[in-house]
């Protein structure tokens, strides 16, 4: 599904077409499951004649601001959502298929913003589509105060926490670390292929217990999950430009014919493998991250008994900023002033 990078390249995108304008009118396809807790028709009539004050994502999360009294859309992609500007290519997640059309609107559409500027000339049409319908549109009064963001934790971009916070919710915990990245009640929009080259980078097994860990392992998961995010944002999510050493590179072969090969710092070729953890598939690179034979029958334990690898409640959720931290708390007082 789209993450962090994916999602922060869509904002962008429509920050850039709907900022400062009007949308003038909304055309809504009716889906009860997409549109949460708000009819499509509702759902136009809330937009419609409003200013577009600011465009903003959290997590995997992203919302429009908008100038006066009522509420403001909430955007979740789910797996498959997507947003294509007219005249332009849509933002596929990882690669644009082979077959498309000039279609407008686009198939699977649930919702068109018609936007126009201070002159009549300027104007932009902007789709919002999800084929298999795990998105959700949302109208919230406080974004940043109301689910889903309010139950989301630090944010790699906005709101990363010190080492020594991140360093306590990692202890805590006894899931595996690749299960802890993924619940967004601790880091919100990591995702399994951020999740993955996190991992990768810091040279840690998805599989490691959480409170396995050594200060010097906690510390790589915290820079390197800095470090994945950025990288991926300052490339606009194009792949295409990631570096050549990245994980994601080469991590498509899994059941295919042609595997995909990777080659180690050393020179020599590398394995990529894969394991399930926290029900996700993960790869991992077999020379470079590595279980110790203590570790190794640990899991093959929780495997035998049938258990999952279900994450422990967070005791302490302020210690990572999971409600109000830092930024959402700027934001709201930035709006408030304004």
């Avoid at 202890?171 to 991992?199: H, M, T, Y």
């Avoid at 840690?204 to 470090?227: F, Y």
Wanted: hydrophobic share 35%; glycine share 6%; proline share 6%.
């Amino acid at each position: 599904m789209p993450e962090l990078p994916e999602v922060e390249r869509a904002k962008e995108l429509v920050k850039s077409v709907a900022k400062g304008k009007t949308i003038i009118r909304v055309d809504t396809v009716e889906d009860p499951i997409v549109f949460s807790g708000v009819s499509h028709t509702d759902f136009a009539k809330e937009l419609t004649g409003r200013k577009v004050a600011d465009v903003a994502r959290y997590g995997k999360v992203f919302y429009l601001e908008m100038e006066g009294k009522g509420k403001s859309p909430v955007l979740h992609f789910g797996m498959t959502g997507m947003v294509q500007l007219k005249g332009e290519k849509p933002l596929f997640y990882k690669e644009t298929p082979r077959k498309q059309t000039d279609e407008w609107p686009p198939k699977f559409t649930k919702f068109v913003l018609h936007i126009q500027g201070d002159t009549s000339d300027d104007t932009a049409e902007l789709a919002f589509m999800d084929a298999r319908r795990l998105g959700r549109i949302r109208l919230c009064q406080s974004p940043l105060t109301e689910p889903p963001i309010s139950t989301l934790g630090f944010d790699p971009i906005l709101s990363m926490p010190t080492l020594e916070a991140f360093s306590k919710g990692v202890r805590k915990r006894s899931c595996p670390i690749k299960a802890l990245l993924l619940d967004q009640s601790f880091s919100a929009g990591v995702g399994n292929w951020v999740a993955d080259e996190i991992l990768y980078h810091a040279r840690i097994h998805p599989e490691r217990r959480c409170n396995a860990l050594d200060e010097g392992e906690i510390a790589a998961v915290h820079e390197k999950t800095r470090w994945v995010c950025r990288t991926a944002v300052d490339l606009n999510a194009d792949a295409s430009k990631f570096p050549e050493d990245w994980l994601f590179k080469h991590r498509w072969g899994k059941g295919k014919k042609q595997k995909e090969t990777f080659t180690l710092p050393s020179g020599k070729p590398g394995t990529i493998k894969w394991v399930t953890v926290g029900g996700r598939t993960s790869a991992f690179i077999a020379e470079l991250q590595k279980l110790t034979s203590v570790e190794r029958s640990q899991v093959a334990e929780t495997q035998d008994d049938g258990s999952e690898s279900d994450l422990t409640p967070l005791e302490d959720e302020e210690t990572l900023q999971v409600k109000l931290d830092s930024y959402k708390t700027r934001r709201l007082y930035t709006k408030r002033k304004t």
